[in-house]
């Protein structure tokens, strides 16, 4: 998690919901390769073909709500987003994210000043956004300290590797 | 300070006096389960880990639901992955299919999940289970896997919003049509990661059937979990049916909540969700001008023997409008046969409806029902996302069993009154 995080800015809006990011008649699979060719498909279908390594998705409030799918923050992080940006996450899908280690940032700051296109680079150790393309930055709320371990123990598997001591 | 029963459920499955909202607590869990889309991706994640054994074989609850019977290839292979898991592990919670239903009638309906229980399950409507008095709440596979194998959860404790309901309902205003027009009223965030507790004369008054309906959206308005205190109603349906000890909880008069809302639910009218929000509600009759392709009556929201009961008594000697198709999904197998003895699984048939063994199916646009491009349908389901049902061109909109029962009949949304008269 100490690397800096960068790629070009998606934009989306408010309440995107997890039928969009990964619709259920794909659901059929847990392979992420299969997962990330439908990612975003049905908020915007072309997404999938555009995105490229590193590219961040910035979107509005309640990002991620609907289904408990596991499978939503796998597609993302599979097609290689490095990053997602919400002025708010909907509670599972937060949860999935920190487990899976999918990072993402609440700013509402951030989603107000990044443009589609937009190159963004993100600290993660220090949540600071920074908007390259505009020249701006944004500080993302922080992350409770009880997350960050389960984060840095490289997510919750991990985490509970150590505690069965099943190494 | 007091504490609500939501506060006074996770303190004692956490080994503490009080908790208070915004604090983590890591929580003893008395049930987990999981589906046949979200089981997979758990079962790999324990398996990868080298483990030979779970927490606990008795409290591991596997539910092939969603695409079953499989629907292809790649689902049967899903189901499969979990029959296997359920033999090697010992798991004695596994339903196969002609034994299963809908997780989220099933369980409550064999007694695996009781008052005052934390339960867990990688499904977001797992938050039917407050209507019994439990916390209850949707996780995602991997929380699944690590409490698989140490019986545990963290939590953040939620912020409590209470909702006290009072006056009396108008003929045809179920549970759904009372959820609906709430997260109307608050918006599909409106609850976000907090306690929706439902309380008042017009809860007390609500049958079990209706009350499960209403804490299984408490998800749609991103709520952590929703609960109703137990009282008679409660434990007349537990009484008969729970499998293991359970515990009654109350909120105290002085527990502290962030909002609190009054609602007369005698000013509530049939609501109908429309595309492509949950919380786009609007009452029935500003909505009789859309035509429909599809009726589904079923699901984990409205699927139970109530749920079944009133689409059969509007249902009862008319006919399907011949432009639309009523898909009828009973949620469990015990449902399905109570049905039948009460003679509604004929009314439907007379009525020349689709009747369909227990699956999630159409609701997630998985089989049995998917919308073709530009078409509507009327479902008593509780999601109307885009290409929820299918097409992302088509439309869901969300309604009770009354609604959704007449809307067949009419071929567009209808009041009940407009098939059997008031």
Known sequence: MSEVLRGRAFKFGDDINTDEIIPARYLNTSDPKELAKHVMEDADPEFPKKVREGDVIVAGKNFGCGSSREHAPIAIKAAGVSAVIAKSFARIFYRNAINIGLPIFESPEAVEGIEEGDVVEINPETGVIRNVTKGKEYKANPIPADIRRIMEAGGLMEYAKQKLGLK | ?422
């Open chain 2, 1 to 422: 300070m007091g504490m609500t029963i939501t506060q006074k459920i996770l303190a004692e499955h956490a080994g503490k006096e009080e908790v208070h909202p915004g604090e983590l607590i890591m929580c003893k869990v008395d049930i987990a389960l999981a589906n046949d889309v979200t089981a997979p991706i758990a079962i790999k994640q324990v398996r990868a880990l080298g483990a030979k054994k779970v927490w606990d074989n008795e409290r591991i609850a596997l539910v092939p639901d969603h695409f079953v019977p499989a629907k292809d290839i790649k689902a049967a292979e899903q189901v499969k992955m979990m029959r296997e898991f359920a033999r090697e592990y010992d798991i004695k919670l596994f339903w196969p299919e002609g034994r299963v239903g809908i997780e989220h009638a099933l369980l409550p309906e064999q007694g695996v999940v009781v008052p005052g229980d934390v339960v867990i399950g990688a499904d977001s409507h797992t938050c039917t289970y407050g209507a019994l008095g439990a916390f209850s709440t949707g996780v995602g596979s991997t929380d699944m896997a690590y409490a698989w194998l140490t019986g545990e959860v963290w939590f953040k404790v939620p912020e409590q919003m209470k909702f006290i309901y009072y006056g009396k309902r108008q003929k045809w205003v179920s549970g759904k049509d009372i959820i609906l027009y709430v997260i109307g009223m608050i918006g599909v965030d409106g609850a976000l990661y907090k306690t929706m507790e439902h309380t008042g004369e017009a809860i007390r008054e609500l049958p079990m059937d209706d009350r499960f309906t209403i804490c299984n959206m408490a998800i749609e308005a991103g709520a952590k979990n929703g609960i109703i205190e137990p009282d008679e109603k409660t434990l007349e349906y537990v009484k008969k049916r729970a499998k293991r000890p359970y515990k009654l909880y109350k909120s105290d008069p002085d527990a502290e909540y962030s909002e609190v809302y009054e609602i007369d639910v005698s000013k509530i009218e049939p609501q109908v969700a429309f595309p492509y929000l949950p919380s786009n509600t609007r009452p029935v009759t500003e909505a009789t001008h859309v035509t429909i392709d599809q009726v589904v009556i079923g699901s984990c929201t409205n699927g139970r023997i109530s749920d079944l009961r009133i689409a059969a008594q509007i249902l009862k000697g008319k006919k399907v409008n011949p432009n639309v198709r009523c898909i009828v999904i009973p949620a469990t197998q015990e449902i399905y046969r109570q049905a039948l003895k009460e003679g509604l699984i004929d009314i439907f048939l007379e009525a020349e409806c689709v009747v369909s063994t227990p699956t999630c199916g159409p609701c997630l646009g998985g089989h049995m029902g998917i919308l073709a491009k530009g078409e509507r349908a009327v479902a008593t389901t509780n999601r109307n996302f885009v290409g929820r049902m299918g097409h992302p061109e088509s439309e869901v909109y969300l309604a009770s069993p009354a609604v959704a029962a007449a809307s067949a009949v009419m071929g567009r949304i209808a009041h009940p009154d407009e098939v059997v008269g008031s």
